[in-house]
C-alpha cells in the first residue's frame, strides 16, 4: 500500500470505530450521518434492508448494547471505495432476548465530499 492509501485505510478504521461507538452509545444521529443514504444490509438470514430499516430498529428502544466491538481490521483501498474485513463482538438485549456472538464483517465505505460512509455490510457468525 501507498502512504496515501494506507492514510485512507485509517481514516476508514477511525469512521469504522465512530461506528461501533455509536451502536454502543444507540447515537441514532451519528448512525444516521455515518450511513450513505443508499446504503444496504446483508442480514445472516439472507434478508436484504436499507437505512430507513436499519436506522428503525435502533429507534424501536427494544436494544441495549452490554458489549460491542470490531477489531482484526483488513482494508483494502479502491481509489474514493474501501473494503473493511474485521471481526464484530457484541452481547446485549434485542426485543427481549438475549445475544452474544462475533462475527467476521464486510462493510463498504465510499469517500464523497471528503466523507466517509458505509454503503454496505455483511456479516457471518463465528
Request: proline share 2%.
Amino acid at each position: 500500500m501507498s502512504i496515501s492509501e494506507d492514510r485512507m485505510a485509517e481514516e476508514v478504521i477511525a469512521v469504522e470505530r465512530r461506528w461501533v461507538q455509536a451502536h454502543r452509545d444507540l447515537d441514532l444521529d451519528a448512525l444516521e450521518n455515518l450511513l450513505e443514504d443508499d446504503y444496504v444490509q446483508i442480514r445472516p438470514d439472507g434478508s436484504v434492508i436499507g437505512k430507513r430499516e436499519a436506522l428503525e430498529s435502533y429507534r424501536s428502544g427494544k436494544r441495549r448494547w452490554d458489549h460491542a466491538n470490531s477489531d482484526q481490521y483488513h482494508v483494502i483501498v479502491l481509489g474514493d471505495s474501501a473494503i473493511l474485513v474485521g471481526r464484530w463482538i457484541g452481547r446485549g438485549e434485542n426485543e427481549g432476548e438475549p445475544f452474544d456472538y462475533t462475527a467476521r464483517f464486510m462493510a463498504i465505505y465510499s469517500k464523497r465530499d471528503e466523507i466517509w460512509r458505509l454503503v454496505a455490510e455483511q456479516s457471518t457468525p463465528l
